[in-house]
């Protein structure tokens, strides 16, 4: 058991141009969830998955970025025609699926994004 | 409203001492769970420790522990001994539907040697 891994680390590009982040979390936990670090704030939700099954979206995630989880294992988020504004941290983590009690999150370490 | 409140953005203690964290929340339930998430720098975030709200006993993991009140809906987290490696963001969490995580701003804690 490896953790929750997140590729690349960082990313530096230009605004208007598209990214695309991936997260493998652990072996045998069908949640997967996204979420989005700004400097100085906790995390916020942007999107959940069970299975390969996305389950739930945020309002915060226009209709610029996608995110896919094809085969129930590996996540992809993708944000296109980038702005300065999505310049963050987005962390994956995973979780079990055991019914209650409620599961505890891994997280990984996150791709910090800058947007020029 | 599902918020979380951290109120404290930044704390230092010396080494050794112990401090305390603390972290109210909104809620309407009667059963739900309650954690706190460490981020030390560069690395990634790590469950602390969580708590159950039914559970009248307050939760402890090593020298970590929590001071739960459930009528006040605060939930403070202890650290007795503090030593180097505490040094790391400090989130409280609440999970809502389909578990998602709903954070508070945390709190930046320093142990100083």
């Known amino acids: 058991d490896t953790g929750v891994s997140q590729n690349p680390r960082h990313k530096i590009t230009k605004r208007g141009q598209n990214v695309t982040f991936r997260c493998d979390p652990i072996?045998?936990?069908?949640?997967l969830y996204w979420y989005r670090q700004t400097l100085g704030q906790g995390p916020e939700f942007l999107t959940y998955?069970?299975?390969?099954?996305?389950?739930?979206k945020s309002r915060l995630l226009s209709d610029r970025f996608s995110a896919e989880r094809p085969k129930g294992s590996f996540s992809t988020l993708e944000i296109q025609r980038t702005e300065q504004g999505d310049s963050a941290m987005y962390l994956c983590?995973?979780?079990?699926?055991?019914?209650?009690?409620?599961?505890?999150?891994?997280f990984g370490p996150g791709t910090r994004l800058l947007v020029l | 409203a599902q918020t979380v409140t951290q109120s404290q953005p930044e704390m230092s203690v010396q080494e050794a001492e112990t401090v305390t964290l603390s972290c109210t929340y909104d809620?309407?339930?009667?059963?739900?769970?309650l954690f706190w998430y460490k981020q030390p720098p560069s690395r990634q975030m790590i469950l602390v420790i969580r708590?159950?709200?039914?559970?009248?006993q307050n939760a402890t993991e090593n020298r970590f522990s929590v001071n739960f009140q459930k009528a006040a809906k605060s939930f403070s987290l202890k650290i007795s001994d503090s030593q180097l490696g505490d040094t790391a963001m400090y989130f409280c969490?609440?999970?809502?539907?389909?578990?998602?995580?709903?954070f508070g701003t945390g709190t930046r804690l320093t142990i100083i040697p």
């Open positions: 983590a995973s979780s079990p699926s055991r019914g209650n009690p409620v599961q505890t999150q891994y």
């Open positions: 072996s045998e936990h069908n949640r």
């Open positions: 998955f069970q299975n390969e099954a996305q389950l739930e």
């Open positions: 809620t309407s339930e009667n059963n739900y769970y």
């Open positions: 708590q159950e709200a039914y559970k009248q």
């Open positions: 969490a609440r999970p809502f539907g389909n578990e998602k995580l709903t």
